[in-house]
């Protein structure tokens, strides 16, 4: 017998139905084998057995004649290694392929998550943390969690890491990235393409090649880089905020911007005047994750029109 690949026949989505064999024939001849399974048949007898046929770097996969209760029949013209394999319970999930653009450095961040994860947040977050924008594309897929993906990109610079593992499927609160992108400077599309990807073995060569399957693929447009006004914008209107804060509840603003769980400590708040202040808010949070903090403390100190005022604005 011929020990199995377990993690690699995991990570194809297969699972060990009896053992590998290695026959050598001595004398005679021989036309038809018998090989011993475990497996629980339905009632109408339905299985998905397969026999695997290796010799030296090639397989075969064989179709079996017959399926009893105990073994496999399979019609054979010569020897070597033949074992059996069926499809392990596939335990994929409906899977997400979201992009995020950072425009400033030509740079995406391809996250795989869940389905059911709240796009919105997801994509709230990633404007608070650093300014963000979400690239529209289809992002439905079936992802297997734990199991390790590839993704390929052109024209791209870089992408790293070159393979990751999708550990993200029960990330519902940090949504991190598994690739970084690096695009070439005004890149206007992007073609992206995401695969099941499996590392080399002698017995993964023999049995199943380093075939990769492609789960997702997509023809991204990217939005062109122009002046943007928005960071302006923004600054402005947060100043004429702070503007309407007396010197004590400046003081108070600030107290909660170094209380919160992204804080701007409070070595950098101590002598900031309100222009100061907005700018260590726009520098942390970017432009528009600064007027949701700021909506935030105003609401927290009882500030609701000018809360309400910001959120029209």
């Given at each position: 017998m011929v020990p199995w690949d377990v993690d690699f026949l995991s990570s194809k989505g297969l699972q060990v139905a009896g053992a590998l064999f290695r026959f050598h024939l001595l004398t005679g001849s021989f036309q038809r084998?018998?090989?011993?399974?475990?497996?629980?048949?339905?009632?109408?007898?339905?299985?998905?057995?397969?026999?695997?046929?290796?010799?030296?770097?090639?397989?075969?996969?064989?179709?079996?004649?017959?399926?009893t209760d105990s073994h496999v029949t399979v019609d054979i013209s010569g020897f070597s290694c033949f074992g059996l394999v069926t499809p392990a319970p596939s335990d994929q999930i409906a899977g997400l392929?979201?992009?995020?653009?950072?425009?400033?450095?030509?740079?995406?961040?391809?996250?795989?998550l869940p389905r059911n994860v709240c796009l919105t947040q997801v994509r709230?977050?990633?404007?608070?943390?650093?300014?963000?924008?979400?690239?529209?594309?289809?992002?439905?897929?079936?992802?297997?969690?734990?199991?390790?993906?590839?993704?390929?990109?052109?024209?791209?610079?870089?992408?790293?890491?070159?393979?990751?593992?999708?550990?993200?499927?029960?990330?519902?609160?940090?949504?991190?990235?598994?690739?970084?992108?690096?695009?070439?400077?005004g890149a206007t599309q992007v073609r992206l393409q995401l695969r099941s990807h499996v590392a080399g073995s002698h017995l993964i060569g023999w049995l199943f090649g380093n075939k990769e399957c492609e789960v997702w693929a997509r023809d991204i447009q990217l939005k062109v880089k122009v002046l943007d006004l928005q960071d302006e914008d923004a600054t402005l209107q947060l100043l004429q905020m702070l503007n309407r804060l007396g010197?004590?509840?400046?003081?108070?603003?600030?107290?909660?911007?170094?209380?919160?769980?992204?804080?701007?400590?409070?070595?950098?708040?101590?002598?900031?005047?309100?222009?100061r202040t907005v700018d260590l808010m726009v520098q942390k949070y970017h432009a528009e994750g600064a007027k949701e903090?700021?909506?935030?403390?105003?609401?927290?100190?009882?500030?609701?029109?000018?809360?309400?005022?910001?959120?029209?604005?």
């Amino acid at each position: 017998m011929v020990p199995w690949d377990v993690d690699f026949l995991s990570s194809k989505g297969l699972q060990v139905a009896g053992a590998l064999f290695r026959f050598h024939l001595l004398t005679g001849s021989f036309q038809r084998l018998h090989l011993p399974h475990c497996q629980l048949l339905s009632d109408g007898g339905q299985h998905f057995l397969s026999v695997a046929h290796v010799t030296g770097d090639c397989v075969d996969f064989i179709t079996p004649g017959q399926v009893t209760d105990s073994h496999v029949t399979v019609d054979i013209s010569g020897f070597s290694c033949f074992g059996l394999v069926t499809p392990a319970p596939s335990d994929q999930i409906a899977g997400l392929v979201l992009i995020f653009s950072q425009p400033t450095n030509s740079t995406l961040f391809v996250l795989l998550l869940p389905r059911n994860v709240c796009l919105t947040q997801v994509r709230k977050e990633w404007k608070r943390r650093i300014g963000a924008e979400y690239v529209e594309a289809i992002p439905d897929c079936e992802l297997i969690p734990n199991h390790t993906y590839k993704l390929i990109g052109e024209p791209v610079t870089v992408i790293q890491p070159e393979i990751s593992k999708f550990v993200n499927f029960r990330d519902y609160n940090n949504f991190l990235p598994s690739f970084q992108v690096q695009l070439k400077a005004g890149a206007t599309q992007v073609r992206l393409q995401l695969r099941s990807h499996v590392a080399g073995s002698h017995l993964i060569g023999w049995l199943f090649g380093n075939k990769e399957c492609e789960v997702w693929a997509r023809d991204i447009q990217l939005k062109v880089k122009v002046l943007d006004l928005q960071d302006e914008d923004a600054t402005l209107q947060l100043l004429q905020m702070l503007n309407r804060l007396g010197s004590e509840d400046l003081k108070t603003f600030q107290r909660f911007l170094s209380l919160r769980t992204d804080p701007i400590s409070v070595s950098r708040l101590e002598a900031a005047d309100r222009t100061r202040t907005v700018d260590l808010m726009v520098q942390k949070y970017h432009a528009e994750g600064a007027k949701e903090v700021t909506e935030e403390i105003l609401r927290k100190m009882s500030y609701n029109q000018l809360a309400a005022a910001l959120n029209k604005s």
